[in-house]
């Protein structure tokens, strides 16, 4: 996986930020430690300088700007209420289907994102046309990550990545734009 603290950040605080308020998200705990895994690995490569209150230049927990932090809660917590409304929509044989690609270990992450971007784009058809197109996607990519976590506990570091990547491939510059970078 690409370090945080290069173009996967955004990604990795928006999803961890949306699983942590999600309604449904039965790895919560599992979820911390992954992320306190990965800010570690962040932290590590961070070059900036210490302050002499000790703490790291305008930067807050995993590396992003403090009001970056604050925008990405308020805006993960809105995709979470709309995740918890298509959440109902989602059958759980779309679910398992997925889970068993995750679980294919022959399959690489190339393959496996070809797969969820094939469930997103098929799920997205149901969803109200007056909703930006990208945001449902985006809402939907990670509605569909905890539920195949949920199901699987024990796929979660391979979801979380397959997903972090799948992301930043397809709703980078979305993600950008929301966080009015």
């Known amino acids: 996986m690409e ?94 289907g997925l889970a068993q690609h995750f679980l294919n270990e022959n399959l690489s992450y190339e393959e496996i994102i070809q797969h969820m971007n094939r469930a997103v784009r098929e799920l997205t058809r149901a969803i109200p046309a007056d909703m930006e197109q990208e945001k449902a996607m985006l809402v939907l990519t990670m509605v569909l990550t905890r539920r195949i976590v949920n199901s699987v506990p024990s796929l979660l570091h391979r979801v979380i990545t397959t997903t972090l990547n799948y992301m930043n491939q397809q709703f980078h510059n979305y993600i950008l734009e929301m966080l009015g970078e």
Request: charged residues 25%.
């Open 3 to 96: 370090q945080i603290n290069g173009p996967l950040q955004m990604e990795h605080a928006l999803l961890f930020t949306f699983l942590e308020v999600s309604s449904d998200c039965n790895f919560k705990d599992q979820l911390h430690s992954l992320q306190s895994q990965q800010i570690m690995l962040c932290q590590g490569n961070d070059d900036d300088e210490l302050q002499t209150d000790g703490n790291r230049s305008g930067h807050f927990r995993n590396g992003l700007p403090q009001t970056n932090e604050e925008v990405i809660r308020i805006i993960a917590a809105q995709l979470a209420e709309i995740g918890d409304q298509f959440d109902r929509e989602i059958q759980e044989r779309v679910v398992n």
